[in-house]
């Protein structure tokens, strides 16, 4: 994938696109909370109480703040590569890596397909991905 816009490198590009997922990853969740089946969440009078909701609701809910706690160290490494000058094939790919595999995460979460072992070895893919990252920077 090239550079999106000047000073966008690909790196960045990926972190780009990683916030759009988190930034759109609620809507799952909202959308799903406010069906008929939940309907004593429909009005947000009150704090929803997760593990009353429907198994995909929960999923995808889940899905949501897992994106988020990888998000932060994936998003650090990134930024601090790019302000050190480091960009190669590997922070190149496991940028891209990292954006896919958190596509193929949540999707999997949320539909409930991505069970044992599946789900861990995707979000254990993401670590990887950061620390690929990291290590290229501590190496450069």
């Known amino acids: 994938m090239s550079a999106a816009g000047p000073g966008l490198t690909p790196e960045l590009f990926w972190l780009l696109m990683t916030a759009i997922l988190a930034a759109l ?3 799952p ?3 799903l909370s406010s069906r008929p089946a939940d309907a004593p969440f429909q009005s947000f009078a009150r704090m929803a109480r997760i593990s009353e909701m429907s198994d995909i609701t929960q999923r995808a809910y ?9 998000f932060l160290p994936f998003a650090v490494v990134v930024l601090i590569a ?3 000058g480091v960009s190669n094939g590997l922070t190149l790919a496991a940028c ?3 954006f896919w595999l958190r596509i193929a995460h949540a999707v999997g979460f949320i539909a409930g397909f991505a069970r044992m072992p599946l789900r861990p070895l995707l ?5 990887v991905c950061i620390l690929a990252i990291a290590a290229a920077i501590l190496l450069a």
């Open 96 to 98: 891209a890596a990292f």
């Open 29 to 31: 969740f909202i959308v």
């Open 25 to 27: 990853l609620w809507v």
């Open 82 to 84: 790019h302000l050190a």
């Open 62 to 70: 889940r899905a949501h703040l897992n994106l988020l706690e990888q």
């Open 123 to 127: 979000f254990t893919g993401g670590w």
